[in-house]
């Protein structure tokens, strides 16, 4: 059997479905048996990894998976070394500092000295640093959104998109730390095998892209 391209999709989530959706408009059918870890494409060299969206950037990094379909704001906030090869324009959400809707906000000045909870703090620290702000950061893993009507923080960083989540809280979006999307990543040192398959992926995925916009 010859060498097959691994794709590392998310397990269960927001990126799954669109993500198996996109092979598919690029004309690779998987087998897609319930609860399955592993799976083959029929009908293109192809096997798909199912993942943890958090755990992606580490394992494309240590080469378990060849490329991966993952949301930009974790391989950002993981800082492993990928190629982010291509946006594939769904999964669209912003990182954003919001605090309580009744606080005075007159500028970044206000978050110094602030405790801030969020479930990414490299990417939190790296707009700290780059605005020459200090926030005791609390990392806490979900649920950031309460954080500060239970006394843990004075505001939060964390992923909006509708911003229900923020309004329901009684929060309101302040400052946007970056924007994110699905997107194609690629581990750096690939085969040539590999590469090959992967360019008439790449390919087909450009077509795809092209004819929705
Ligand atoms: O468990 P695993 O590691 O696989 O997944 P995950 O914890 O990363 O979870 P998942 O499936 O929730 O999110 C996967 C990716 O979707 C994220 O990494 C983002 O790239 C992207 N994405 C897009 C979002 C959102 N939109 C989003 N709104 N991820 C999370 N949210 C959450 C946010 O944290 C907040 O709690 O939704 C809430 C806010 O939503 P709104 O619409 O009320 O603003």
Known sequence: MG?????????????????????????????????????SAFNFPLEVLYLRNSDIPQYVEDGVADIAIVGENVVIEKQKELEILQKLGFSKCRLAMALPKDVEYNGLEYFNGKRIATSYPNSLQLFLDENNLNCDIHVISGSVEIAPNIGLADGICDLVSSGSTLFKNGLREVEQILKSEACLVANKNMSGIKQAILDRLMFRLKSVLAAKN
């Open 3 to 39: 060498e097959k391209l691994k794709i590392a999709v998310q397990k269960s989530g927001r990126l799954k479905e669109d993500s198996l959706k996109i092979l598919k408009e690029c004309g690779i059918s998987i087998d897609n048996g319930k609860d399955q870890l592993k799976a």
